[in-house]
């Protein structure tokens, strides 16, 4: 029951914690009879059954169930024979207590001040057709991105094309996601030395990545790696903003040629739709974690994982069924529709 509140709360995130408890088990056709025996309890109470059940059986319940959802038939979710994924980042505002702030720290504001809340680092792993979250790392805000990245590499695989923005490219994090058997499409940044050895049919080229420039100028443990430059037509953006280099593993032209891969890349970009699912309407705009420990802050990072999956895998199967892109369908009267339903049916048992 507690674990079901847990993601309830995700669900029900401007709701009192009675109330979200009302929301979880009003319309249950079941709890006619029960509920002659069983109260709403108080809020010290579920305060009490969380602290009870703590993290751990959120964590299990994420990591034993969120895999990738799309299937042969799915639309958008491939890329020839590549599944699309893709690693990106954000940080979490945890309500302001000493523990909190303890545990994940706070950074500065614009005027050199503490900023209003304690953060949580959030890294995750995501199909690109589905918005599906399949893995994550959380740490303290002063944890980087590409300290927590490597953890996200537990469901990389043959046949994926994991999409990354170029915070992450650096050798050793490019060589253990490309240890996975994944193939990589990532954005390289400018500054980058990356000289063409290979000038290949589409306009593409073959570098190598060294470690440190020692390496490179003894040729030493170098990473062949295959190059893709070109420029958006967009005025109203700078020039580096217009400037893109991407780097990937898929060295052969004819499996992948550059336009097609400089258009794949794009799909990275459904991540931040898939964050702002999560941050904006689910959690509810500028609300914080309500948790005032660290172990409970963590555990309803859990539930809101666990519902925006259910919710998505929801959405998965209504596309199959419209033979539709899952782009096409709503989020948000998903989101209402599955609030609607979980109060007037709930569909498990005490």
């Known amino acids: 029951m507690v674990v079901y509140y847990v993601m309830a709360m995700a669900l029900f995130s401007q709701a009192s914690y009675e109330e979200v408890m009302r929301s979880l088990v009003e319309g ?7 509920r002659r025996r069983w109260a709403i309890p108080t809020k010290a109470a579920i305060f009490k059954a969380r602290s009870r059940l703590g993290v751990a059986p959120l964590r299990a319940l994420f990591e034993r169930t969120a895999r990738p959802l799309g299937t042969a038939e799915s639309k958008g979710v491939w890329y020839r024979q590549w599944r699309l994924m893709s690693i990106d980042g954000t940080v979490l505002d945890v309500a302001d207590t000493a523990a909190n702030q303890e545990a994940f720290g706070r ?14 680092r959030l890294v995750a792993l995501a199909e690109c057709g589905t918005h599906a979250m399949v893995d994550v790392a959380m740490g303290p805000y002063r944890t980087g991105e590409l300290t927590l990245a490597p953890r996200v590499f537990r469901l990389l695989g043959r046949g994926m094309l994991c999409l990354a923005d170029r915070m992450y490219f650096s050798y050793h994090l490019w060589s253990a996601a490309q240890a996975t058997g994944t193939d990589l499409l990532w954005r390289a940044r400018n500054n980058a030395v990356l000289p063409p050895q290979r000038r290949l049919p589409d306009g593409s080229y073959l ?6 420039p020692k390496d490179r100028r003894h040729g030493e443990d170098g990473i062949t790696v295959r190059v893709i430059e070109y420029v ?16 990937t593993t898929i060295l052969d032209p004819a499996l992948a040629p550059a336009k097609e891969l400089a258009a794949t890349y794009t799909q990275r970009w459904v991540f931040e739709t898939a964050l702002d699912e999560l941050k904006t309407h689910q959690r509810g705009l500028r609300l914080v974690l309500r948790s005032k420990l660290p172990e409970g802050v963590e555990q309803e990072i859990y539930g809101y994982l666990l519902t925006h999956y259910a919710i998505r895998a929801l959405m998965h199967d209504a596309a199959l069924e419209a033979a539709e ?26």
């Open 232 to 247: 958006l037509d967009d005025p109203g953006r700078s020039q580096e903003d217009t400037t893109y280099r991407l780097i």
């Open 325 to 350: 892109d899952a782009d096409r369908i709503s989020f948000v009267r998903s989101l209402r529709a599955v609030r609607r339903v979980q109060i007037a049916d709930p569909i498990f048992s005490p």
């Open 207 to 212: 570098s190598s990545l060294f470690a440190a």
């Open 107 to 120: 950074p500065p504001n614009s005027r050199g001040d503490r900023s209003a809340f304690p953060q949580l």
């Open 28 to 34: 249950a056709a079941w709890s006619q009879q029960w």
